[in-house]
């Protein structure tokens, strides 16, 4: 049974700082990549950032330079750092993890409950 518990979401005044934490329960061989989606209200999931086991990292445009993800293999655990927070950030936060298979090939994508990030003043 693979689980996701995300950490760290809540109440933040714009131009501040959050970081969120997700671990990922799991006895499998590994995990390959790890990320953030968000969805605010009313709009599509959308693709935040994502980082390979390798620690190879990838953002969207509007996240570049604001926000920094990382992950630690021995913890099983992604973070998004986040600074300079605006309004436009507001939104449940969702992590995954590309998990994979024990006995077979390829892995399958679980994800986190959602964390609430809102930037409001």
């Known amino acids: 049974q693979v689980q996701l518990v ?5 109440l933040v005044q714009p131009g501040g ?7 990922v329960s799991t006895s499998t061989v590994g995990i390959d990549a790890m990320g953030w ?4 209200t009313g709009n599509q999931r959308e ?23 990382s992950r630690d293999n021995a913890k ?13 950030d507001t939104a449940v936060y969702f992590c995954f993890a590309d998990v994979r298979r024990i006995l077979a090939s390829g892995a399958d994508r679980y994800w986190g409950q959602g964390t609430q990030v809102t930037v409001s003043s």
Not at 47 to 66: H, L, M, P
Not at 76 to 88: A, D, F, K, R, W
Request: hydrophobic letters at 30%.
């Open 47 to 69: 693709w935040v950032a994502d980082i390979t086991s390798g620690g190879r990292s990838a953002y969207a445009d509007s996240e570049k330079g604001r926000f920094t993800i």
């Open 76 to 88: 099983n655990t992604v973070y998004l750092q986040m600074n300079s927070l605006n309004p436009e």
């Open 17 to 23: 700082s959050l970081t969120l934490s997700c671990a």
């Open 37 to 40: 989606y968000r969805q605010a």
């Open 6 to 10: 995300e950490s760290g979401g809540g």
